[in-house]
């Protein structure tokens, strides 16, 4: 694997709460072992099995084959939530941190997620330097085939290619539920659709056509990412439960919310994975966020999740965490073997901070990422760690099956569905009868 996963001494567990922890989970183990084995998406965590699935992977290269060309330059991702927050991470965390810095660097993906006015006018003036429609490619994703703002979005990006483009209809592929309403137009358009199955939620879509399509697009190895995904979910089903990542990490997770610990922070010491932070921020918070547990009761449950970055963050909310509340547990996420290239000169013209000369800029975060760490030990603050070996798309699918895995052990150990979001439809219905209502 090229990320691990540890915890030692710095969880702050007892070894004999974490084995019984584990044990209680061995029966859900096995059931998502079936699902596995299965091979079918009839499950609710049926998402497991996308890695594996090797005529998703076909459809997605054979789309890419049909809509890809060399002069693609602009990807438009138009989706939110679960159809945008996966695809981001990976884009993010390999090319889309560097995108100022790389303006020659094609095609881009860009994200059209809420609904921003601003936004679409300044849109509005790079897309009038297009004068080839093979220069970019619509990507629409909604599951439900009904999202308010997606199809806002769709609709005013459509709009206005029609000034440059009578038919841009062949530049547009529809991700969406199969037989949705969005489908069934999409058919009657004729415009090119990809399914999502149906029990694939899409805080757990991350690995389906929602992200390959535009990923594989884009000009990331998605034969990699899968790969990754895959041999990841054998170490996070494994029966014993004391090598299991994903279980090891929900338990210790659960232990501290149960104990007033109940939010938990994801501290990035690699700025390019903000966006994995914040796909794993809607991925804990519909999961686990719920008025109800699996019995009905009203409990009023959930982990409050916060994205940090090292060491930016420890210079904005450092001194909370470390002199705060205790109520957060911390996974510290790193990588460990990518190349040092750069270094600070062996005389300073500002020789104003001891110990830095001829250091490695590697080197000064890795120390700095040590000492929060002492820091936290020090302050009998718990946390786990997360290395890369190096942040690739193999590396990436794993962490993102990791992840996926770790909540629903987390759902099952809340003992609450970690499959729906009801509480989101609350805002949708409110906001669809008030727009009809004028």
């Known amino acids: 694997m090229l990320t691990t996963f540890s915890y030692k001494n710095s969880a702050l567990i007892p070894q004999n709460t974490l084995e019984e922890i584990a044990s209680s989970l061995k029966e859900y ?33 054979t789309m890419k084959e049909k809509k890809v060309s060399p002069q693609l330059r602009y990807i438009l991702d138009v989706g939110i ?22 303006p020659d660097r094609f095609p881009k993906i860009l994200f059209l997620d809420t609904v921003s006015e601003d936004f679409f006018i300044k849109l509005s003036s790079l897309l009038e330097s297009i004068s080839n429609k093979e220069e970019i490619l619509i990507n629409a994703i909604s599951k439900s085939g009904g999202t308010t703002e997606t199809i806002a979005n769709l609709e005013v990006l ?5 000034k440059t483009f009578p038919d841009i209809s062949d530049r547009l592929v529809i991700t969406t539920d199969e037989n949705s309403k969005l489908w069934q137009r999409a058919k009657e358009l004729q415009i090119d659709v990809l399914p999502i199955p149906k029990q694939v939620g899409g805080r757990y879509s991350v690995l389906s056509a929602v992200g390959l399509f535009p990923l594989a697009a884009a000009g990331i190895t998605i034969e990699r990412l899968l790969k990754g995904a895959e041999e990841m979910r054998e170490f996070c089903l494994s029966q014993d439960g004391l090598a299991n990542p994903a279980l090891l990490s929900a338990a210790i997770t659960h232990f501290h919310s149960k104990n007033g610990k109940n939010i938990t922070d994801s501290f990035f010491f690699a700025p390019q994975l903000e966006s994995i932070g914040k796909w794993y921020r809607q991925l804990t918070g519909e999961s686990l966020g719920k008025e109800h547990d699996l019995q009905g009761n009203v409990v009023h449950t959930g982990i409050t999740p916060t994205v940090s970055i090292g060491s930016t963050d420890l210079h904005s ?37 001891e110990g830095i000369e001829n250091k490695k800029l590697r080197e000064i975060m890795a120390a700095i990422l040590e000492g929060v760490k002492i820091a936290y030990q020090k302050q009998g603050l718990p946390f786990m760690e997360v290395a ?3 942040i690739n798309e193999q590396s990436l699918g794993e962490f993102l099956q990791f992840k996926m895995l770790e909540m629903m052990y987390l759902g099952q150990l ?8 009801p509480h989101v439809e609350l805002y949708k219905v409110e906001t669809k009868r008030i727009l009809n209502s004028k």
């Open 158 to 162: 459509l709009e206005f290619l029609k």
């Open 317 to 353: 909310v450092g001194q909370l965490y470390l002199g705060g509340p205790r109520d957060k547990i911390t996974t510290f996420i790193y990588t460990t073997n990518e190349p040092a290239l750069l270094s600070l000169p062996s005389s300073l013209q500002f020789p104003l901070v």
């Open 388 to 390: 890369f070996d190096s």
């Open 414 to 421: 809340f003992n609450v569905n970690a499959f729906d979001q």
């Open 29 to 61: 183990t096995r059931r998502l072992q079936s699902v596995v084995d299965s091979k079918t998406y009839d499950a609710p965590e049926s998402s497991i099995n996308l890695p594996s699935d090797a005529s998703l992977l076909d459809s997605v290269l």
């Open 81 to 102: 939530g679960g159809s945008n927050l996966g695809t981001k991470s990976v884009y993010d965390a390999l090319f889309g941190f560097y995108d100022i810095l790389q």
